[in-house]
C-alpha cells in the first residue's frame, strides 16, 4: 500500500491538508487511510490552533471523509471500532447529535468481532468513562491487552498516530483503574 509511507509523512509533519489531499484522491479497500486522515483532522480540531477558515475547512473535510468512508466500511469492525472511539472526541464533527450512533458503532465492532478484547475494550471504556464504572471488567480487558496481547498492540502502533492515541488512552485507562482499585 503506497499511501503508507506518505500517510506516515504526514503525520509526521502534521499536515492536515495533504491528509486531506490523499483521502480524497484515492480509493483503497481498506479503512486505516481515511481513518488515519480523520484523526489528523480531528486532532487539529480539538488541540490545534487554526483560523476560523481552517477550522471550517477541516470540519467539513472531516465530515465528508467520514460519510464517504462510513458508506464504504459500515460493516467492517476496524472502521467501526477507531470511528466509535474518534466521535467521542468531538461527535458534532461527525454529525452526530449525540453519541449514541458511536456507542452503536463500537457496540457493532464487537459483534463483528466477538472475541477481539480491544474492541470489548473500547465499547466498555467508552460508553461510561467513570472510572467507578465496570472497574473490574475495564481493568480485565486493559491488563489483557496490555499483557498478553502483545499483538494487538503492534497492530495499534501500525495505525499511526490514531492507534497511538488509542493505545496511550489504553494505558491511561489502565493507571486510573488501578488507582481506583488501590483506594477500594
Known amino acids: 500500500m503506497y499511501w503508507e509511507n506518505n500517510m506516515t509523512l504526514i503525520e509526521q509533519m502534521n499536515d492536515w491538508k495533504s491528509a486531506i489531499q490523499l483521502a480524497s484522491n484515492i480509493n483503497e479497500n481498506e479503512p486505516s487511510v481515511y481513518l488515519r486522515a480523520m484523526f489528523l483532522l480531528l486532532d487539529l480540531l480539538v488541540e490545534g490552533q487554526y483560523s476560523q477558515e481552517e477550522h471550517d475547512l477541516a470540519a467539513e473535510k472531516l465530515k465528508e471523509i467520514f460519510d464517504k468512508s462510513n458508506q464504504k466500511f459500515s460493516n467492517n469492525a476496524e472502521f467501526l471500532f477507531f470511528s466509535g472511539i474518534m466521535a ?17 458503532m463500537l457496540e457493532n465492532a464487537m459483534s463483528i468481532e466477538p472475541n477481539n478484547t480491544l474492541y470489548k475494550w473500547g465499547y466498555y471504556s467508552r460508553i461510561d468513562q467513570r472510572p467507578e464504572k465496570n472497574t473490574d471488567l475495564k481493568l480485565q480487558l486493559s ?42
Open 88 to 104: 467521542y472526541v468531538g461527535e458534532w464533527y461527525f454529525g452526530m447529535e449525540s453519541v449514541d450512533p458511536a456507542t452503536s
Open 143 to 184: 491488563e489483557q491487552l496490555l499483557f498478553n496481547e502483545v499483538s494487538k498492540l503492534d497492530w495499534l502502533k501500525s495505525k499511526g498516530l490514531l492507534g497511538k492515541y488509542v493505545l496511550g488512552t489504553l494505558e491511561g485507562t489502565y493507571e486510573d483503574l488501578k488507582a481506583v482499585k488501590a483506594s477500594d
